[in-house]
């Protein structure tokens, strides 16, 4: 299965936000879209990425003052991103080790999705039982 594979399921829409952008913003961008974590988008592409435990943690450090800080200042300026012909397994792998559950999918330069960790999951779900059921088949026909 391929990140491409998954891309098909879920779509490729990709919740963005401005590095000059005020954390107040990060946080409805985070509540409208409803995710985990914001892709941190310039002018010359992805810049950063910025989940909420960046937020919590700051928050923890810095105090409501925050809120009108830049999402520069707490995003992730190192972006781990994977293609759409990348296996889910080895990005299920990178996730693991690496403890990030968001991996922005780049194609030729250009942002065209992200996965969580919850998609990895639901994929690796739907393709053990595509096995299970071709075993029991297998077993059945005798
Ligand atoms: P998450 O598990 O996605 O909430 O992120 C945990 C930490 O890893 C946060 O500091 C994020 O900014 C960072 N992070 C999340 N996704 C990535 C990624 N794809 N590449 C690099 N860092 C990331």
């Known amino acids: 299965m391929r990140i491409a594979d998954v ?5 490729s829409a990709v919740a963005t936000i401005a590095p000059d ?26 810049v950063g990425i910025v989940s909420e435990r960046d937020v919590v943690r700051r928050l923890h450090e810095t105090g409501a003052g925050l809120l009108t800080s830049p999402v520069s200042s707490i ?8 293609t759409p012909s990348d296996t889910v397994d080895s990005l299920t792998v990178v996730m693991t080790e690496r403890r990030f559950r968001h991996v922005p999918v780049v194609a030729e330069g250009e942002l065209v999705g992200i996965v969580s960790i919850g998609d990895v999951v639901k994929s690796r779900i739907g393709q053990l039982e595509q096995n ?3 075993l029991q088949a297998y077993i059945a026909q005798g």
């Open 7 to 11: 891309l098909r399921t879920k779509g």
């Open 21 to 46: 952008a005020p954390v107040s913003d990060l946080l409805r961008t985070l509540a409208e879209h409803n995710v985990g974590a914001i892709v941190v988008v310039g002018p010359s592409g992805v």
């Open 75 to 82: 995003m992730t300026a190192e972006v781990f991103t994977c």
């Open 132 to 134: 299970q059921d071709q």
